[in-house]
């Protein structure tokens, strides 16, 4: 059978949580994730974003990246990027191939038999650098094979709960599972908005504690000293609070970072040098929305931190044997000499600026009419993306087309979206585990949002259309509630591009 068809025989939304299969699975192809340095990325929202940010700045270095993240938007090769192309049909079906040729064939779930291959070219191709999403949790997480050089938690929000745990702490908890012994953690804006946010960056830091983790928490500029006063009381070894002090634009964000710090008896860690050295300056991103100001400065960390071993990896790699030492240390010392602090500042920008993401407040313009379209499907989400929308249009109304997968909290995500809305249209995806249209009104209604008109269209093609039709005047289009949805919108609209103005921005 075709590994694509076997594949989809899997099942995409089965979930079987667990490393057992994985762990015996990667010993059968000789561990090839152990071969190449690696960052981790975990968290609830933010985790894509910061992926890609990764990726751009790092790839303007001479370096071979690799990037695998979830879900997919249109097709599941975009799962794999290598130098920030999609991988080919041809590469991943014959890693699957492989993958599925040691055995445990009637085993692998979809994601462990995806994670597993991808991480069977990355080795073949020969990267650099392993940029790898968490794709649910952590501490069960498929990819938590991995052995990284640097660990990033983006944020924590109410998610996947029936797998993770129905309060923030527990869901923390499992999403601290992929912290390593004395791995260098990036925490971003963790449960800031709930209650119980101090407790879940507690739980963290406890983690880091227990592990022997330099730490490096970003945080609110107003946040800073509150945080250092957090800080003093653990016994990290080394910690620094990266400050961002974001501005909204139209076209993206910009935001000025800055480093404060802290190490045990004086002993600095080294891993943190290049932060020290570059991280305070100016940075633009073409992405809106203050969250993102947050991914940028995660995104930024986790390059710095890598940025050595990658590039002793590529020297390795041509043949240059000297510089072992400096590959197993992460030594800075070869990297500021090729690199100066401000060629390093120039290069992260340049590679910041050619940053693009899909399905994150993605605009499209059709005759005359402005559309967002988001998959965020969790309330941080929700709160994300209302204030981008109001920070761009302050005084314009929604005009709302929603999908959500059956497990996620409608009426939380929209008491939390807070903008104005015109109308809603409801409709539902082709998947099993889609939300009916129906359950989507109840939703709707146990928010209490105030909405002039709801309409229910379970076919996404009508439901397009009415959402296009219902954008008139100065109301803007919202599509969002899932990921999955974002393929049914895009494809439709492509329909419709031999007969309007429609283009991609």
Not at 10 to 26: A, C, H, T
Not at 79 to 108: F, H, P, Q
Request: aromatic share 6%.
């Amino acid at each position: 059978m075709d590994p694509f068809e076997y594949l989809e025989t899997r099942g995409m939304f089965n979930i079987d949580p667990g490393l057992e299969r994985m762990e015996k699975i990667m010993r059968s192809l000789k561990d090839p994730h152990l071969s190449i340095p690696s960052v981790h990325i975990g968290g609830t929202n933010g985790k894509g974003s910061t992926s890609v940010i990764v990726e751009a700045i790092l790839g303007e270095f001479p370096l071979r990246t690799g990037m695998y993240t979830s879900p997919h938007l249109i097709s599941v090769l975009e799962r794999l990027r290598i130098d920030k192309k999609d991988i080919d049909r041809e590469t991943l079906g014959r890693a699957m191939s492989r993958v599925l040729a040691v055995g445990m064939r009637e085993e692998l779930t979809y994601f462990e038999l995806l994670t597993a291959a991808s991480y069977l070219v990355m080795e073949e191709i020969k990267v650099d650098i392993n940029i790898s999403e968490v794709g649910m949790g952590g501490r069960l997480d498929a990819t938590n094979v991995l052995e990284p050089q640097a660990i990033a938690i983006t944020s924590i929000s109410m998610d996947h709960m029936e797998h993770l745990g129905y309060d923030p702490v527990s869901i923390t908890s499992e999403k601290c599972g992929v912290i390593k012994t004395s791995t260098p953690v990036v925490v971003g804006e963790v449960c800031n908005h709930l209650q119980e946010g101090e407790r879940c960056l507690r739980t963290i830091l406890d983690r880091c504690t227990q592990n022997g983790c330099p730490v490096i928490l970003v945080s609110k500029k107003a946040d800073v000293e509150r945080k250092k006063e957090l800080l003093s009381s653990y016994r990290v070894p080394d910690w620094r609070i990266v400050s961002v002090d974001p501005q909204i634009g139209p076209s993206g964000t910009r935001a000025t970072l800055d480093v404060a710090g802290f190490a045990r008896g004086g002993q600095k860690e080294p891993k943190f040098a290049l932060i020290d050295e570059v991280l305070r300056h100016d940075y633009e991103l073409p992405l809106v929305g203050v969250h993102q100001a947050y991914n940028m400065a995660i995104g930024i960390c986790l390059s710095l931190l890598v940025l050595p071993f990658a590039l002793y990896h590529s020297r390795l790699r041509e043949g240059d044997a000297g510089v072992i030492s400096s590959f197993i240390s992460g030594g800075i010392e070869g990297v500021v000499k090729e690199y100066p602090s401000a060629n390093l500042r120039e290069m992260v920008q340049t590679g910041l600026k050619k940053v693009s993401i899909p399905g994150r407040m993605e605009v499209f313009r059709h005759d005359g009419r402005e559309l967002f379209v988001d998959g965020g499907h969790n309330i941080e989400a929700a709160r994300s993306i209302g204030s981008a929308l109001r920070s761009i249009h302050p005084e314009r109304k929604v005009v709302l087309l929603m999908a959500m997968m059956g497990d996620k909290e409608v009426a939380g995500f929209l008491r939390n979206l807070k903008v104005e809305v015109a109308s809603i249209i409801l409709t539902t995806m082709p998947y099993d585990r889609a939300m009916p249209p129906e359950d989507l009104l109840n939703g709707v209604v146990r928010s209490g949002l105030d909405s002039e008109e709801v309409h229910i269209r379970p076919d996404i093609g009508t439901a397009v259309d009415q959402w296009l039709d219902l954008v008139y005047d100065d109301k803007i289009g919202l599509a969002t509630g899932s990921f999955y949805l974002y393929r049914f919108v895009k494809e439709h609209l492509e329909v419709q591009k031999d007969r309007s103005d429609l283009s991609f921005c």
